[in-house]
């Protein structure tokens, strides 16, 4: 019973990353050859090793950004260096077929993070991987996506797709932005479609990185569908847009965090939440004493 739970979260950052090796060692002959060649290109020699268990089967939560860390660490911790300067696109393997070997060992998610990856190849074989794996992501709870331009905005859009077929029990939406203009338009409908799937969505996080056109923000009526489950929404860096103001129909919205957002925004919601948190470099007096006056819980900062 100890090997499973030992092994639902290898990846945070509290973990040695010796386990390394043990996903490389479950991998097909062909890919264990691809693994040996691409890491003899930094000197590494490998032997693999039969795996008592089928280790990659017990993961429950996964986060990219972390797996790219913890194989950064091993092969740092191979070369008895502290720092690896070419980790590069050569090493996108030595991603790539540990999170293939995830989908397909029967694992079942509750935790996802996909971050903006130069390493993770989402070609044709992964996406079939993902059509022929559902169980891989039917029980998610959690999904963090890190919507940035070089990850490949159709690939977010596909994979999106994909997951709102099988995935409706997402409990948290966590979405970074930051991409060009040019390349947003195609997302929208994509996400849309994907929250309204969606059954019982509790918490909404969007962060704004990068000043993206307001029309971005029309994803932020699909939370309509959401209006008796919501109860946080976190808006990070937004720019002032009237399509907040279906926030106002969410009846079960307890907690607003406004940071770093166009303070405007704050006239256009009107709900009676009960904690409402505000972070910015300038407070609107006008507005702070409007929102004062009602019933709420509130926290300010005010950064230097």
């Not at 709102?164 to 479609?193: D, G, M, Q, S, W």
């Not at 770093?260 to 004493?289: F, G, W």
Request: hydrophobic share 45%.
């Amino acid at each position: 019973m100890s090997i499973p739970i030992l092994w639902e979260d290898p990846f945070s950052i509290k973990q040695s990353s010796l386990f390394i090796p043990i996903y490389f060692s479950s991998l097909d002959e062909d890919e264990k050859l691809t693994v040996k060649e691409c890491l003899k290109v930094f000197g590494i020699n490998m032997e693999f090793s039969n795996p008592l268990f089928d280790y990659a089967r017990f993961l429950r939560i996964l986060n990219i950004c972390q797996l790219e860390i913890k194989v950064y660490e091993w092969m740092c911790l191979k070369l008895n260096i502290l720092n690896l300067y070419d980790f590069d696109l050569r090493t996108t393997p030595l991603i790539t077929l540990p999170f293939k070997l995830f989908l397909e060992s029967g694992a079942i998610l509750h935790e996802f993070g996909l971050y903006n990856s130069e390493f993770l190849r989402f070609e044709l074989e992964i996406f079939h991987s993902l059509e022929q794996n559902v169980q891989f992501y039917s029980r998610l709870q959690h999904l963090s996506l890190d919507i940035i331009s070089n990850f490949g905005i159709e690939n977010i859009a596909k994979l999106l797709r994909v997951l709102a077929k099988n995935t409706t029990k997402i409990i948290a939406l966590r979405l970074e932005v930051c991409t060009y203009a040019e390349l947003i338009h195609t997302l929208p409908p994509a996400l849309i479609h994907f929250i309204k799937s969606q059954e019982q969505l509790r918490k909404f996080i969007l962060n704004d990185r990068n000043n993206c056109p307001t029309e971005f923000y029309s994803i932020i009526s699909a939370s309509e569908s959401q209006k008796d489950t919501l109860q946080e929404v976190i808006l990070d860096g937004c720019a002032f847009s009237a399509k907040f103001e279906v926030l106002n129909n969410c009846k079960n919205l307890e907690t607003l965090r406004i940071l770093d957002c166009d303070m405007k925004l704050l006239k256009i919601l009107d709900y009676n939440i009960s904690t409402l948190e505000i972070s910015y470099y300038q407070i609107n007096v006008p507005i702070t004493v409007q929102i004062f006056r009602k019933d709420w819980h509130i926290t300010t900062t005010i950064k230097n």
